[in-house]
């Protein structure tokens, strides 16, 4: 039989949590109790440390083959609203990012019908030369998969290419849940939860970093969370390559799904601290406020999550789905939350590096 005083005991000496443990915990309806393990998890990690970045996303097309019922973001080639950005104008943005003191951008896109592997190569050299000090963190394990299928290429090509290019490191989206009963409703075009592992894991053995994400509160039961987290943890045991985990709440607005609301604070607060106990492998959790709200993100730093990401800059995927966050957070905003919950704020690279004030590494 569980019980919470011996999970707190493995917590206490450093011992792996067991899957019918984590559920459990997700279940367990005293959230500040869970929520305590959490904090020592965290603590035993990152001390009172909380990192952020300066950073800037690109959404450089919302033109999608895909039709995910929860996306309010895509667009059908030729539809109102549809855009792809012309490579001008991504120089723009990572130049403006760059000037802003910006350490990375973040770029992200739609599942373009038919741009070949050499317009996502011309993109990373052009953020490349417009910001030569930027990091550049693109392309999610599901664009990568699409880029290998529309050029019949093989994915270790296609990898191999765009870090000729420049690519760096990866976001961690796509994921969204990995059990197939969910995933065949939510997205029943995108690659299989599987296939998303099976990217990251080549990802990693291309000597790139990543992060890993989970989209909850949809239509996916609380041991479907657990297998999520599960498979995120077995492929960390194996390649080591994940930086980050972040738990991205479902948003409902302008989606499909109708009826459905997204989790609630205490779900969202719960399942983070659950993931800092289970993915005791992954050395972040994140609390991504675009998605989270501010203020809720804030609070989260007192559940296990020691990273707020960044300053954002300009975001429209979460936003489209009703994220009514701020487009932006200064880099004296980021700190001031922090240091607000009686944290210490240090600014980090994308490699979580940490940097002074001028952005070099100390």
């Known amino acids: 039989?569980?019980?919470?005083?011996?999970?707190?005991?493995?917590?206490?000496?450093?011992?792996?949590?067991?899957?019918?443990?984590?559920?459990?915990?997700?279940?367990?309806?005293?959230?500040?109790?869970?929520?305590?393990?959490?904090?020592?998890?965290?603590?035993?990690?990152?001390g009172d440390t909380v990192y952020f970045n300066v950073n800037r996303h690109i959404n450089y097309t919302n033109l999608c083959v895909n039709n995910c019922a929860f996306c309010a973001f895509r667009r059908d080639e030729g539809a109102t609203g549809g855009y792809t950005l012309t490579l001008d104008e991504v120089a723009a943005r990572a130049s403006e990012a760059?000037?802003?003191?910006?350490?990375?951008?973040?770029?992200?896109?739609?599942?373009?019908?038919h741009?070949?592997?050499?317009?996502?190569?011309q993109l990373v050299d052009t953020i490349r030369h417009a910001g030569p000090a930027l990091h550049i963190k693109a392309f999610t394990a599901v664009e990568l998969?699409?880029?290998?299928?529309?050029?019949?290429l093989p994915l270790e090509t296609v990898i191999a290419r765009l870090?000729?290019?420049?690519?760096?490191?990866?976001?961690?989206?796509?994921?969204?849940?990995?059990?197939?009963?969910?995933?065949?409703?939510?997205?029943?075009?995108?690659?299989?939860?599987?296939?998303?592992?099976?990217v990251m894991r080549a990802v990693h053995a291309a000597g790139l970093r990543s992060n890993a994400t989970m989209l909850f509160g949809h239509l996916e039961t609380p041991a479907e969370r657990i297998e999520h987290l599960t498979r995120l943890r077995a492929l960390q045991d194996e390649t080591g390559g994940?930086?980050?985990?972040?738990?991205?709440?479902?948003?409902?607005?302008?989606?499909?799904?109708?009826?459905?609301?997204?989790?609630?604070?205490?779900?969202?607060?719960?399942?983070?601290?659950?993931?800092?106990?289970?993915?005791?492998?992954?050395?972040?959790?994140?609390?991504?406020?675009?998605?989270?709200?501010?203020?809720?993100a804030q609070v989260a730093l007192a559940f296990g999550v020691n990273d707020l990401d960044g300053t954002v800059v300009e975001e429209q995927i979460g936003h489209q789905a009703g994220a009514v966050s701020p487009q932006a957070l200064s880099r004296e905003g980021l700190?001031?939350?922090?240091?607000?919950?009686?944290?210490?704020?240090?600014?980090?690279?994308?490699?979580?590096?940490?940097?002074?004030?001028?952005?070099?590494?100390?």
């Open 335 to 362: 700190m001031r939350l922090i240091r607000k919950a009686d944290r210490t704020p240090v600014e980090r690279d994308s490699l979580y590096r940490k940097l002074d004030r001028e952005g070099e590494k100390c």
């Open 115 to 121: 741009l070949p592997l050499e317009f996502y190569e």
């Open 1 to 46: 039989m569980i019980s919470l005083p011996e999970i707190a005991a493995k917590v206490e000496a450093g011992v792996r949590l067991s899957e019918a443990e984590a559920g459990f915990l997700l279940g367990y309806p005293d959230l500040l109790a869970v929520g305590e393990l959490a904090a020592l998890a965290n603590r035993r990690l990152h």
């Open 242 to 296: 994940f930086q980050a985990f972040v738990a991205l709440p479902f948003q409902h607005v302008a989606t499909r799904l109708e009826g459905l609301r997204g989790p609630g604070g205490v779900d969202i607060l719960k399942t983070l601290a659950v993931a800092r106990l289970f993915l005791d492998n992954i050395p972040h959790i994140k609390a991504y406020w675009v998605m989270l709200g501010v203020k809720l």
């Open 98 to 113: 760059a000037a802003a003191g910006a350490s990375e951008v973040h770029v992200v896109g739609g599942l373009h019908p």
């Open 163 to 198: 870090q000729a290019a420049g690519l760096q490191s990866l976001p961690g989206g796509g994921a969204e849940i990995f059990a197939e009963r969910a995933r065949v409703q939510l997205c029943p075009e995108k690659i299989s939860g599987t296939r998303w592992l099976e």
């Open 145 to 152: 998969a699409h880029f290998a299928t529309i050029n019949a």
